[in-house]
């Protein structure tokens, strides 16, 4: 709408109309849902014109385009999203109340596409807008699920999961391009054979296949009229059942394919940060990476007769390791449909693909099974095993000495196919997503491949939109920023330290507070209509949500809670500034402790919520099914943002720059990004306590930390301990949260007690803890420092982490989209 001048009566007219056209019905008539279509069809004509068009600019002009590998993309609404990047946001608002309509109540209509599980996908998502309104061409390439993310119930205060079945109604944003469907094979074997020129060709034999179709979602740039594509690719059997097949080989195989296709992509495996090995997984990865690549080589293809110039037209960027097939895929296109030599397809290969690892969490490292591996992708399997070969002899050439090496570095050792090392192998980038975990990537976890490949190692720390997360999410903050320093932050958030010059007045400290209570408001309303709890806008809203595991150590943030209830029992007359704890997590289906600390905050939550005496001073809220539509709600009422992982975990988190973007003050460890925002914001206005990764690291290669020393000597912890136990928050079974008790003390239980320095950290937690409250007793202090961190998360736009990507790695240049070509 954007080029197009809004036109309200055109807009009017148009959803009116699509009311009619899609159900007979007037708009009185009509359902939020169904508005909710009509609008988003209307959104979609005027997205379509724009899509059109850079589409245009991309056939002229052939630019090198990105492709973006990735098994998650966790996008969340777009139709808000869309009518903002379109600069309509306001308009349409103001046409839809003109017609008795309400928008927020029409985006509520919209499922969160839920296509991942955290901070991976987020970072995806965050990513392709950020591409689209940089002007680079990207396609981000992933998979149609059916099933996203599950929804989360508290049910007696556990988590349950609910089938997310996102695409009941019909997702107005999809567009299905049957004219680019793909075959993709599995199973089966291959042959050599010599071809009539004497070369050796291979030959896929009876392989099952599936034929993958891709779906596109449109990706808005903000005010350019750029729209990229987020390919999604769903599976449909290639042939429906010939009744006439009398073969019954044949049936059989049809029945088979029809299977395949149904299961293939039905469902996100909701595992974070932890492997669960199942063939089907590695059958999704294998399914959308063979698809997208057919698709990237025959677009190139359609310009190109020279496929040695790849690497010159399309960079192939690999989120995490679940999409490494890509590199065999690429070398078995190269080789047996182009028919290169193993060095020309691998100087491509190489030129082109480039790896971002997300994690050090050695259970999430990707390891298949040589059988798993070799049965389901035999063409691809051989390709790797030859990759591996050449890696050895090249091992061996770096290291003459060091047997121990190819131990550690094989792609194919100990009956597995490692992903990291394949990927790592094959990439020309290699990069961590914070500088401190690039660091310990070079220095420890990948040291081997860093002393064999050091230029291939590169550091993007990770970055946030600050399109969805503070002009959608934090409208009113949005406007005051704007208010007072121009719009240039929406496009380049470093404008955002020309704030800091008010962080001493005052009135713009009341400004600010202002709507931070309005935003409170905002969230106390939603959670007495979720929760059905009731909680003072005026207390401290201090906030951890994220997935939930051990190593995020929301264990410790309960604990700390429990430790000040006992506090304000013993000293009711203690100096305390309300606070509302607030978590939101979800928990891997199959992960006990994890679901258990779910059970243990909303415990928590019961005994003290309900207890009179301490006159609602602590109050304790679990957000059920927290997702990307209640984060944006989320981060903008916080007064304390939480991000205390056990320091060396956690590679970045992009969580802590939301918060810090909507003002919220960092109460943290020295951990992923949390370094970088604790030096951009000043050790004033932000919160940082326990041990550094090093000393983690260093007792980690010691194995000297005991956890029953900490329980043995503070009394305060033990007596948080011991109410674990003791049934104070589970009477009716005292034995609950014996897991727990266990996982922090009892060496039998894990392999090593506390594994992740809760206890070690605890007393460092609640020491920073009181600082919080002093610092919030002095309100225009408080504020200052609030203003501050909006004012200095400028480095935290995925605008910048992407400009880096394009400068260091993928080499892209700028799209110029006008409508009238
Ligand atoms: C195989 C199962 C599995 C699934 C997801 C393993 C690993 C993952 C992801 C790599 C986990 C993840 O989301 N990592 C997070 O990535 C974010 C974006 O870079 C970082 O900010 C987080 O610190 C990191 O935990």
Redesign the pocket.
Known sequence: MKNIVFNKDAFKKSVSDNVKNLYRKTLTEASRQEIFQAVSYTVKDVIIDQWIATQHVLDRDDPKILYYMSM?FLMGRALGNNLINLTCYNEVKEALAEMGVDLNLIEDEEPDPALG?????R?AACFMESLATLGYPAYGCGIRYHYGMFRQKIKDGFQIEEPDDWLKNGYPFELKRPEHSYEVKFGGYVSARTDETGRTRFVHENYQSVMAIPYDMPIIGYNNNVVNTLMIWDAEPKQSFELDAFDKGDYKKAVEQQNLARNLVEVL?P??????GKELRLKQQYFFVSASLQRAVDRFKKNHADISMLPEKVAIQMN?T?PTVAVAELMRILLDDEGLSWDEAWSITTKTCAYTN??IMAE?L?KWPIEIFSRLLPRIYQIVEEINRRFILKIQEEFPNDGDKIRKMAIIYDGQVKMAHLAIAASYSVNG?ARLHTEILKKRELNDFYQMFPQKFNNKT?GITQRRFLMHGNPLLASWVTEHIGADWITNLSYMSKLAIYADDEKMQQEFMNIKYQNKLRLAKYIQQHNGVEVDPRSIFDVQVKRLHEYKRQLLNILHVMYLYNELKEHPDMEFIPRTFIFGAKAAAGYRNAKLTIKLINSVADVINNDKSIDGKIKVVFIEDYKVSNAELIFAAADVSEQISTASK?????GNMKFMLNGALTLGTMD??NVEIAEEVGKDNIFIFGMSADEVIEHEKKRDYDPMQIFNQDQDVRKVLMQLINGMYSPNDPELFRDLYNSLLNTQCTQYADTYFILADFRSYVEAQKRVMEAYKDEKNWAKSAILNVAHSGKFSSDRTIQEYVDDIWHLNRIKVDLDI
């Not at 956690?650 to 992009?654: D, W």
């Open positions: 998650e599980n955290g901070g991976l996908g970072l495996y595992n974070d940060n932890h492997i669960a995490d679940h997300h994690t999430a990707e997503v990770n956690e590679a970045s988190g992009t992923g990004a």
